[in-house]
């Protein structure tokens, strides 16, 4: 049977999810996520051409607010779990 | 009398407004239980007896006042994946290991405003993702009736908790079945309500059109005293409900007498353990001797709810998850060369397998290409699971079934598997989807000694109904008083 995800694509896969798997959990994950999508084939037999996609199974419209300022985050409570600041600043290794 | 921690949360607020105990005395139970017992089970990440005896104290002296507050002086427990102020927030992984939330969950903070002891935070299932705990970075949590047996998932820890007598009840979260399948693995009673009904705000998020917060208890009288607390409309969360919650206690002693009740004829599901289907007849002839109508009803999409949710949750997940970078909050790998490297590094060793590979199934199916063959046709094949419900409730008031087709399986048994592990969800999955409300409660024992739960659903909103039918239930029987012993 023809593979659903090829190691190839679970590499680029991976680096648009941020991680990085080394050449072991490649292996396994295109195994298992080949299998898992095998099954998801199961979907298939369900005739949805008339159907609408549901995204929240209890109905909303959307929900508005007055836009007026109310309390928010303390500077130091938003930075007290950062690895790394500089007392204003989330700090990260350098972009460029 | 039965030992403190062998009370009801309700059995407890009597014993203390009776003066039969002290607050000091019922913490302090629960506090030395915790220290025997708990090194075995692994139900707690984070103990707070400090704090814990402190508020306790407080009461006792009077400095706060015990009448007034529904859980006044009562001792509960949180699954870590409520955000606590002040107190470490892990969800079971080793990328939150060191996390302080600066702010209270709603819910946290409603359990606080109506008076309870937070006794500690529960191990559970990494991010939530999982059937068995064993997806936990802090070792899994063992099953008090057996402890080669998994607690169930993903609120294990909670469950495990509340069946061992380590708290008076507890608060899970359930996406898929994570607090039904807990409860039926461990014998206590745990609902979900209504998606919506209780705020998500400061629950971290896994699927957020899935994700609810719900009680995990000893008896179905307390799963109705903590929903009241901490259901109910909440600003912070867009989502969340503004129907009115009503008294959830008032018919929970009315009779069920006239009552129609629908058994889904696709939730007796090839492989079904005989003694799951047994334990189901007998509770059906319960019902009926209470006066209900049984009939058979169909939901014909039962089937495809396994497919559906492992496309949408973990979509939802791998885009909830992607705050977890290393920059504001959680574990960074340091001295990696660039930005890039170092959140690649950070979430390839904060993250567990479980995570990973849920992460990596929502990217690839909300991929360029993928999108309308993966996330839109389970979403299409969610509105059919809905309807399927919609439709089951015009000609019945609730349905019951089984939680789960067995009873809780060994620790190691479906780990190599994912696929496995996902289909052991095949009975929970559908209500979550559709997002109504269900409860699991005690229905009997197979001859090993491993509990069996009996699963109520109600269409959207109907929780009164739900808890009504369980409580008629669990009166008309005594399933939910039998205890584990340990060795």
Known sequence: ?96 | MAGLHELTIHETRGALLRKEASVTEVVTAYLERIEELDKSLNSYLTVLADQALEQARAYDSGTLPLQDKPLGGVPLALKDVLCTQGVRTTCGSRILENFIPPFDATAVARLKENGAILLGKTNMDEFAMGSSNENSAYGPVRNPWDMERVPGGSSGGSAAAVAADLCAGALGTDTGGSIRQPASFCGVVGMKPTYGRVSRYGLVAFASSLDQIGPITKDVRDAALLLQVVAGHDPRDSTCLEQPVGDLQARLDEPIRGMTLGIPKEYFVEGMDPEVARAMEEAFAVFRDLGARLVEISLPHTDYGVAAYYIIAPAEASSNLARYDGVKYGFRKQEARDLLTMYRESRNLGFGAEVKRRIMLGTYSLSAGYYDAYYRKASQVRTLIKQDFIQAFDNCDAIIAPVVPTPAFKIGEKTQDPLQMYLSDVLTLPASLAGIPGISVPCGHTSGGLPVGLQVLGPHFGEAVVLQLAHNFEKNTDHGNKKPSFP
């Open chain 1, 1 to 96: 049977m023809k593979e659903k995800i090829t190691r190839e694509e679970v590499r680029h896969v991976a680096d648009l999810a941020r991680l990085d798997l080394n050449p072991d959990e490649e292996v396994q994950m295109t195994q298992q996520l080949n299998a898992i999508l095998d099954y998801m084939e199961k979907l298939n037999e369900v005739d949805t051409s008339q159907v609408e996609p549901t995204t929240h199974a209890v109905e909303r419209a959307n929900v508005f607010r007055e836009d007026v300022v109310g309390p928010s985050l303390q500077r130091d409570s938003a930075l007290a779990n950062a690895p790394q600041t500089d007392g204003v600043h989330f700090v990260v290794p350098k972009v460029i």
